[in-house]
């Protein structure tokens, strides 16, 4: 499913190279759902936007589905993180002014998805997450957990393979934070979806099947769960 080989990553820095990720390697299988934990600044969520295809290494290869990024075209590139990839954010990037509906179907919409059955997929999706009575509300009407809910329901709509999310529990209350993580958990087993979740939480680690651990952009640990 994803391969990071001999993976190295450099920001520049004035005149200087600041290093952040050491030649990385690891294989992530499909039907992971796997916990990537460090200490800040250790590379967690760097390693997670190369893996996702939002940034670029410096050195090594990425391998999704039998391709390597880089060796994409830039349209190919962007049909993958459209079709083949989702994405969760601590900070939930809901589009204010939309509803929860409408923040759902967006990225369906903007690749061209056919309306009468977008509007099914939106229908399940939002029974998965819990929140069919709050589709017609705007984010600034729901809680910081049912605004990640959205944000997941969204990551789904495309159906992905793989579902990257970075502190997805990050800015949730803890109760809040379990529900997400218990939705998480059921869309992995259920629908064997692949998950990759960078996350400060040893709690956690828990619902998954692997945590790999990072230090000094270097992987020091690979643990089964």
Known sequence: MIEVNNVSKSFALGKASVPVLKNINLTISDGDFVSIMGPSGSGKSTLLYLMGDL????????VING???SKLSDELQSKMRRKEIGFIFQFYNLIPNLTV????????LLDGADKKELKKKVDELLTLVGLQERRKHTPRELSGGQQQRTAIARALVTNPDIIFADEPI????SKSGVEVLKLLQKINRESGKTIVMVTHSEESTQYGNRVIRLKDGHVVEQANG
């Open 101 to 108: 509906e409408e923040n759902i179907m967006l990225p369906a």
């Open 67 to 69: 391709k390597e990024i």
């Open 55 to 62: 940034d670029n290494v410096s050195e090594g290869n990425i």
């Open 170 to 173: 990050g800015n949730l209350d």
